[in-house]
């Protein structure tokens, strides 16, 4: 009687565990930068769904080591991308800072120069003008300056 009961219960056993053989597994970047993983979603963090399909294990054949070098390696190229993303990001950022302080230069003195006459000092500490043409030119250049460097 009691082997009457062990095969049956033996196929539902087999069934129930294949129906949970797709485990979900949550990626994240913690406060530090690093890559963390667990079955539960991060709290407050935005997580990334991994689904692993765990019936394909060692026990199963399956070719388990080559699967997770693949993993491994999609993951790394992840990671680079997003650290090229961060890199970029950064590098932008700097542009802009220093096209905006190009910017508030290039306007400062131009309204130096609309103002009225300006100098130079010699050797000699004199104070020599500009002349009006070189007064103009100095506007357009100036003026050029704001076109290229305030947008």
Request: aromatic letters at 6%.
């Amino acid at each position: 009687m009691l082997r009457l009961l062990v095969i049956p219960l033996t196929l539902i056993l087999m069934v129930c565990g294949s129906l949970s053989a797709v485990a979900d597994i949550y990626r994240w970047v913690d406060d530090n930068g690093n890559i963390q993983f667990s079955d539960r979603p991060a709290s407050g963090k935005k997580s990334e769904t991994i689904e692993i399909d765990t019936t394909r294990n060692s026990y199963g054949g399956g070719d388990v080591l080559n699967r997770q070098s693949d993993l491994l390696d999609r993951y790394q190229k992840q990671d680079q991308q997003a650290q090229k993303n961060k890199q970029q990001a950064a590098l932008e950022k700097e542009n802009q800072k220093r096209l905006k302080s190009k910017c508030l230069r290039a306007k400062d003195q131009l309204a130096r120069y609309e103002r009225g006459s300006l100098y130079t000092l010699d050797e000699q500490g004199e104070r020599i003008y500009y002349s009006e043409e070189k007064r103009t030119q100095k506007i357009e250049a100036y003026r050029k300056s704001i076109n290229t460097n305030c947008k």
